[in-house]
């Protein structure tokens, strides 16, 4: 079965975002280009909130950047309650019900399904049990404000670390899986 991971930079204090949405605080190197490279060769599917579909529409169709072939070639699937339409290539709007189409998706033969960002629509997936891993980039840096990477989570989620990753840059990547799939 196919998993479903959640993808976030973060910074030390745990703000996805500044306050004004900037992200200019993210730290790349070589290492995370690597990982980048890799972690796209190992989905077929991204998933996205509205919000960072938006964002990543307005970026990558025209970007030079290494990685922005396979952001614009696979295919996107988009949550949205308010748009009416999604124009970037390979994207398609899902409207209906959320555990319905991502557990036919994780039924689907393929590789995994990856979501980037998309905090809001992230703890709708916490909420449903839908998160198969989480993976955080903890960035060596502190905003003191701005927008929390956990949103509206309304319940206690007890996570297992399953592997760590320390980047040249000294981002550290944390991925956990939820406690209650324990293999």
Known sequence: ???VFWQMMVTLDGFMEGPNRELDWHVTDEDFNRYVADMLNSIDVILLGRVT???FAD???SSSDAEAHAMNELPKIVFSRTLEKVEWKNSRLAKGNVAEEVSKLKQ???KDLAMFGSAD????????GLIDEYRIFVNPVVLGRGNPMFKNVEDRARL???K???????????NYEPRDRRA
Request: charged residues 10%.
């Open 1 to 3: 079965m196919r998993k």
């Open 53 to 55: 579909y938006q964002l």
């Open 59 to 61: 970026y990558w169709p």
């Open 108 to 110: 689907q033969p393929g």
């Open 121 to 128: 629509l992230a703890s709708t997936f916490m909420r449903l």
């Open 160 to 162: 297992r670390l399953s």
């Open 164 to 174: 760590t990753q320390t980047l040249s840059s000294g981002v550290v990547i944390l």
